[in-house]
């Protein structure tokens, strides 16, 4: 508890504290009994107490009597970070007519560090005797991402600088003009909100397969950690895909939905219960609504809260439907996303080989890309199924599919490129639909391919956001179909984009192209290599300029994860994390020429002085 009250101890300034804190004391605490009540307050920053213990509770308190204009903003800035649920204290800080205005859920401007507070001016004046004084406060700082009102998260990096203009009212201080969205230092933004995905069905309009309409796709979103995270958490979902995922995603319910209950909760066997209002929602028929509890289910279960069965139900309370954990799974991201049982990649002979997770030594795989192969090959991609793959032969010009079964017949190329020093194919990639991707990388005319089905003739899909003199040069797409993470050069520079596959009506057919590229890793100066990771988390290796090369995971809206740190690694060419996260991670990189592996909990294994391009299916 010391540590904790030093974290705290930043909240105190020299005069008057301006945040409390309450924690939780007993069995789950054990050090409270010996807390120690004396010894000074040592000034802590932000970034020591961005980790504050889950049981703590931090609360704003009030302006006092006689605050001067800084005194003020500082108190209504730390009253913005604090636990209060619908920040009544930091509305005492405003004059009345900004309480009314102010909306604190319009979005979040998040900075470095806390922002700079200074009195920019001030003006003085007499009115019918009484002295009337307006000053204005800057705030100043370096802004590295924006939230917007739908809880979406963007890395936007620019200085900050905006205005906060107080004016007497009553006699005292108060804020009367303030900027709209809450500002928040980087650690304080950690500390109070935590990405949450939301589950959203995937538009793949008719060129889905039979199940297709039932592929739900991860839509990460921040929101506050200890406030009623249940309750927000649906209400989010309610609000509807955030703006990137909007074209290509759909949710299961009506328009106008809206959740009646003021708090939701877990009952003591992890039910969850949802009242429902809306006219559309109550006529609902039994399809519909259980494709509502699967969203509901699996948003909410991505609180690392394992639910048992959610309830939907009318205004009323009359029951809609019920959808119990067994019933969700035909919903699973996980059914389209592939095992994490193997990891495949291609041996010194450039043959196919797989590695099991108690497995210490890689084996051929069966049929032509392995035991009976007579093509080396470069690269390798395994079907979500296991039960095909296709590979690129060693010079990169062609690409083959074929079965990995004994027997299995090579056939011709599916696609033949022209070959050269910079040209031939990428590492090809298989979507949970059975479409494999994969692009061209000829400098002349660089392009993105499809092939529907894995066997289908090679359809060119367009990217109009690249530039004169982009290629991709490496690729790897969603389970769900509708995103793909894109390896962009241009000169000898390689950045990271997320890209949004569209499927539109065109005289009677489906096109695909992929829009809006977003720049999902904007600090790393060069990116080597790039691998899903989950269902919004992609594993990264590259690196910031001037600095060594790293592995890291990155959410796919441009924040950093909330998952563990990797063990330091340098040299990596190639990397394969699972798609599914059924289970506890292993990861797979080339290096230097050779295959190394990290199973939980361990450090970074030699698996062969001799490989390349490890993948895991997908």
């Not at 196919?352 to 032509?368: F, K, Y």
């Not at 050269?420 to 194919?425: D, Q, R, S």
């Not at 005319?445 to 089905?453: C, D, Q, S, V």
Request: net charge neutral; proline share 6%; hydrophobic share 35%.
């Amino acid at each position: 508890m010391s540590a904790v009250r030093g974290r705290l101890a930043r909240r105190y300034r020299r005069r008057t504290p301006r945040i409390t804190a309450l924690a939780l004391c007993g069995t789950v605490l054990a050090g409270c009994a010996s807390m120690p009540d004396d010894g000074d307050v040592v000034p802590v920053d932000s970034a020591q107490r961005a980790d504050v213990d889950s049981q703590v509770r931090v609360y704003g308190v009030p302006p006092h009597k006689g605050e001067r204009p800084e005194e003020l903003v500082t108190g209504f800035l730390e009253a913005t970070t604090s636990d209060d649920p619908d920040y009544a204290t930091a509305r005492m800080y405003l004059a009345k007519g900004a309480q009314q205005q102010w909306n604190p859920s319009r979005g979040i401007t998040v900075l470095a560090g806390a922002p700079h507070v200074s009195v920019e001016r001030s003006g003085a004046g007499d009115r019918g005797g009484d002295r009337e004084e307006a000053v204005t406060v800057t705030l100043t700082g370096r802004q590295v991402a924006t939230v917007d009102a739908r809880h979406a998260y963007k890395p936007d990096e620019s200085d900050f600088k905006e205005q906060i203009h107080i004016a007497r009212e009553d006699g005292e201080w108060r804020i009367d003009r303030l900027p709209s969205q809450l500002v928040l230092g980087s650690a304080d933004f950690q500390r109070i909100y935590r990405s949450v995905n939301k589950y959203y069905f995937a538009e793949l309009g008719s060129g889905g397969t039979g199940r297709g309409r039932d592929v739900l796709v991860a839509d990460p979103v921040y929101l506050r950690k200890r406030i009623d995270p249940v309750t927000a958490t649906v209400n989010a979902l309610l609000d509807g895909p955030t703006g990137w995922l909007d074209p290509v995603a759909a949710t299961a319910f009506p328009t106008g939905t809206r959740v009646m209950d003021r708090r939701l909760a877990l009952d003591d066997s992890n039910a969850l219960k949802v009242r429902l209002g809306g006219e559309r929602a109550a006529g609902v028929g039994q399809e519909q609504c259980r494709r509502m509890a699967a969203q509901l289910m699996y948003t909410v279960q991505d609180q690392s809260v394992k639910v048992s069965e959610v309830t939907l139900q009318r205004e009323d309370g009359a029951r809609l439907c019920s959808l119990g954990r067994e019933q969700a799974r035909a919903y699973a991201p996980e059914q389209i996303a592939g095992h994490a049982d193997r990891q495949y990649f291609v041996d010194a002979q450039h043959r196919v080989v797989s590695l099991g997770e108690g497995e210490d030594e890689a084996r051929r795989v069966p049929g032509p890309f392995g035991a009976d192969g007579q093509t080396p090959l470069r690269a390798v991609a395994v079907d979500r199924a296991e039960r095909r793959a296709a590979g690129v032969s060693s010079d990169g010009r062609s690409l083959f599919v074929a079965g990995l079964e004994p027997g299995a017949a090579l056939g011709e190329a599916r696609l033949t490129v022209r070959g050269g020093a910079k040209a031939g194919l990428t590492t090809p990639s298989w979507d949970g639909l059975g479409d494999l991707w994969v692009a061209d990388q000829d400098p002349e005319h660089p392009r993105l391919l499809r092939l529907p089905g894995g066997t289908g003739a090679p359809e060119e899909v367009p990217v109009p956001q690249l530039a004169r003199g982009e290629r991709i040069t490496g690729l790897r797409v969603a389970a769900d179909g509708v995103r793909i993470a894109l390896l962009v050069t241009k000169d000898e520079r390689t950045v990271l984009r997320l890209g949004r596959v569209e499927r539109r009506p065109v005289n009677g057919r489906l096109t695909l192209s992929v829009q809006e590229l977003l720049a999902v890793a904007p600090k790393l100066e060069q990116v080597d290599a790039v691998s899903w990771a989950g269902g919004s988390r992609l594993l990264v290796a590259g690196s910031e300029k001037g600095g060594l090369q790293q592995l890291q995971y990155i959410e796919t809206d441009g924040s950093l994860s909330n998952g563990s740190a990797l063990p330091g690694i340098t040299g990596v060419r190639g990397v394969a994390a699972a798609e599914s996260t059924s289970k506890a991670p292993t990861l797979v990189a080339e290096r230097d020429g050779g295959i190394v592996r990290l199973l939980p909990d361990t450090s970074w294994k030699l698996v062969t002085k001799e490989g390349s391009a490890p993948v895991y299916p997908g």
